[in-house]
């Protein structure tokens, strides 16, 4: 077999194994300062990353490294608190396969969240903003040898973030105090921020948001056919200017986005309450 493939269905037994073959509806990756949704779960099984065989362990700041199972919304989820970035040195392999292990415990939904700086100068540090659509500037996840296991060769990104999940979003959010706003999400690999003139030309092809993570997840669940929601914090807004005081910061970046986090986790809790 497929190394890659078999250290995915590895990964996904030592979980099964723990979870009681229980199969999760939905999963989540929590993104920077974004773990606190996992407090919300119900009875939690906690399950390290350091203890999966083959499994990659987060060294970004503000990321925990833990699969955690329960209930959220009333339905079984799995969470990753902590995800691994392109910059940390993973190959796309590692950076994506926390969303193909929760595929093959049967999750049909994910729910990718994320810390992004504004290029849309309209928005405001603190907002939650859902993801419509996203421009890929990493290498491509799929590149390589086809996982047949998992999807077709060519797969359609028309609606990588699904439609009817945005509008659901849209209609709660008004009850979760989150004024609806959406964006295109510009990834790139980081690990520097943007120059001011890398911002203007972001925004000048059609950049709302820009980040370091989350293309490269929703692209594999696309794959392998699980339907996606996105949402960004706006941690901070993006440099026009070659000004000192707009200098970014790794730090308020994670303070920004656990103070967005419990409004984002009262909407995806609320929308996965009426998924099925
Ligand atoms: N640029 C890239 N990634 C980010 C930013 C940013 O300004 N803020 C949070 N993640």
Not at 4 to 31: N, Q
């Amino acid at each position: 077999m497929d190394q890659r493939v078999e250290r995915i269905y590895k990964a996904a037994d030592h979980i099964k194994a723990l979870i009681s073959g229980k199969t999760p509806l939905a999963g989540i990756v929590l993104g920077s300062g974004l773990g606190k949704l996992a407090d919300r779960i119900e009875d939690p099984v906690t399950i390290p990353y350091s203890d999966i065989p083959g499994f990659p362990v987060s060294t970004a700041i503000g990321h925990k490294g833990n699969f955690i199972f329960g209930k959220l919304g009333g339905k079984e989820v799995i969470a990753m608190q902590g995800r691994f970035h392109y910059y940390e040195g993973y190959p796309m392999e590692l950076v994506t396969i926390g969303v193909r292990v929760m595929k093959c415990l049967g999750a049909r939904y994910l729910f990718v969240s994320n810390a992004a700086g504004a290029c849309n100068p309209e928005y405001k540090v603190g907002d939650l903003i859902i993801i419509r659509d996203h421009i890929n500037m990493m290498p491509n996840p799929l590149v390589g040898p086809n996982m047949d296991e998992f999807g077709p060769r060519f797969p359609d990104m028309t609606c990588a973030y699904d439609i009817k999940l945005q509008a659901l979003a849209e209609s709660l959010c008004p009850e979760c105090g989150i004024p609806v706003k959406k964006g295109v999400y510009f990834g790139s690999t980081g690990p520097t921020y943007e120059t001011p003139a890398e911002i203007r030309f972001y925004h000048a092809v059609g950049a709302d948001l820009v980040g370091m993570s989350t293309v490269p997840e929703v692209i594999v669940a696309r794959h392998c056919g699980m339907k996606v929601f996105g949402m960004s914090v706006v941690t901070n807004l993006a440099n026009f200017l070659n000004v000192e005081k707009n200098l970014n910061d790794g730090d308020d970046v994670v303070k920004q986005a656990d103070l967005a986090s419990e409004k984002m986790t009262e909407l995806m809790s609320r929308m996965i309450a009426t998924l099925d």
